[in-house]
Nanobody, 117 residues
Framework: QVQLVESGGGLVQAGGSLRLSCAAS????????MGWYRQAPGKERELVAT???????RYGDSVKGRFTISRDNARNTMYLQMNSLKPEDTAVYYC???????????WGQGTQVTVSS
């Protein structure tokens, strides 16, 4: 199995930046793709960004041009660089992994990002 642990959340003022990290451990060779999702209070979980094993990326419309997803395969770590943060970016951010083997997908525990106006 693969374990995913997020870090890097916190409180930042609007216009500021944060970098989230998601460290993978365990059967990391089985990882097909990884991504970030977020969930604000009272809202459904939504896609932030994904990155495939080949490096292809996809972004949610609300973060395009402001957030950048990347992977360091040697460190088994995924990053989300968040710039020009807005209060509406406030949410719990979850790391997600897709694997070749069971359980085929899993979530990290989440990290809180709060952007003050």
């Amino acid at each position: 199995q693969v374990q995913l642990v997020e870090s890097g959340g916190g409180l930042v003022q609007a216009g500021g930046s944060l970098r989230l990290s998601c460290a993978a451990s365990g059967s990391t060779a089985s990882i097909v793709a990884m991504g970030w999702y977020r969930q604000a209070p009272g809202k459904e979980r939504e896609l932030v960004a994904t990155i495939s094993s080949g490096g292809g990326t996809r972004y949610g419309d609300s973060v395009k041009g402001r957030f950048t997803i990347s992977r360091d395969n040697a460190r088994n770590t995924m990053y989300l660089q968040m710039n020009s943060l807005k209060p509406e970016d406030t949410a719990v951010y979850y790391c997600h992994g897709v694997f070749k083997v069971s359980p085929f997908a899993s979530w990290g525990q989440g990290t809180q990002v709060t952007v003050s106006s």
